[in-house]
């Protein structure tokens, strides 16, 4: 699948002063810091091989430093007009789109609330502690897909990894992220949507050797965090089978109250020796 140039303020923020001091062409990145490209610059703007992004457009991207945009051409003119990758779910009533950070990956903001960690970290050193602790073997069930970080750093380890998500919305987003191309090409990975709680009824007993359950804020999905639900994650797991859950920075008031009911519930649906695992801000759990 391929993707149009995507920038943020991130990217656009050194070609004013470039041109100023006389450069005529800037190494920069199209894919929001995966790899390095080239631009040269005039009094138009700047010339990429898709096409010309005039100065007022680069200025539009560095008004918002929330958004990411695709660069996509207007027609035959050869002009280049920046399109916020944000959209709006009927399903939900929420708005998802894409929020950059300066030296990784961008994350996923859902009603304004961002899906991955990024003080003082950033969205794929954030899906490193959450892999470590997962430790993906076998086949795994990611129950809330996002932008399939996990997903796709799982998959580099299981045989298989399902991934769930709601919103389609969100599945939007990430097709339109440079980030989340593995999850549209690994083959094994499978990707199903709706309703989580509603999904995993479809799974047969002792599927799954691994559960990573990273679901929204409590807040956004408190159905994700309920006895009910856990009790059917403990039926999907195989026997010896680990479950990693994430909460939360779980040292913070907020993180202290949620892990207690979370432990408590796991513990009443049947998950065993269920330990705390704060460098990836969840808990474990087995069956």
């Known amino acids: ?54 100065w007022d457009a680069i200025q539009d991207v560095l008004d918002d430093e929330n958004g990411c945009f695709e660069l996509l051409s207007t027609g035959n003119d050869g002009l280049l007009k920046p399109d916020k990758i944000q959209v709006f779910s009927p399903a939900t009533r929420r708005h998802c789109s894409l929020y950059p950070t300066e030296t990784s990956a961008p994350t996923l903001l859902i009603a304004g609330f961002p899906m991955h960690r990024i003080k003082d970290t950033d969205p794929m050193l ?35 990894v399902i991934t769930l998500e709601l919103d389609p919305a969100v599945m939007e987003v990430a097709q339109r992220n440079p980030w989340s191309l593995e999850l549209f090409s690994l083959p094994n990975i499978e990707r199903r949507l709706g309703d989580s709680s509603e999904l995993i009824d479809e799974f047969d007993d ?76 969840g808990v474990i759990g087995f069956k």
């Open 126 to 160: 954030d899906t490193k502690a959450k892999i470590r602790a997962a430790d993906p073997r076998g086949v795994l069930l990611d129950t809330s897909m996002g932008l399939g970080y996990t997903a796709i750093a799982a998959a580099k380890r299981a045989q298989r």
């Open 206 to 281: 002792a599927m799954f050797d691994r559960i990573l359950h990273d679901p929204p804020t409590l807040a956004l999905a408190g159905d994700l965090y309920s006895g009910a639900y856990y009790r059917e994650l403990y039926r999907l797991l195989k026997r010896g089978g680990r479950l990693f859950h994430y909460i939360g920075d779980l040292n913070s008031p907020s993180g202290q109250r949620t892990s207690r009911g979370v432990i408590e519930r796991l513990g009443a649906a049947g998950f065993r020796n269920i330990a705390k695992r704060p460098e990836a801000f």
């Open 1 to 54: 699948m391929g993707l149009a140039p995507v920038v943020s303020w991130v990217q656009l923020k050194p070609l004013a002063a470039a041109w100023k001091r006389g450069e005529p062409a800037v190494s920069l990145s199209l894919d929001l810091n995966l790899s390095q490209s080239s631009g040269e610059l005039s009094d138009d703007g700047m010339h990429l091989e898709a096409g010309l992004l005039p």
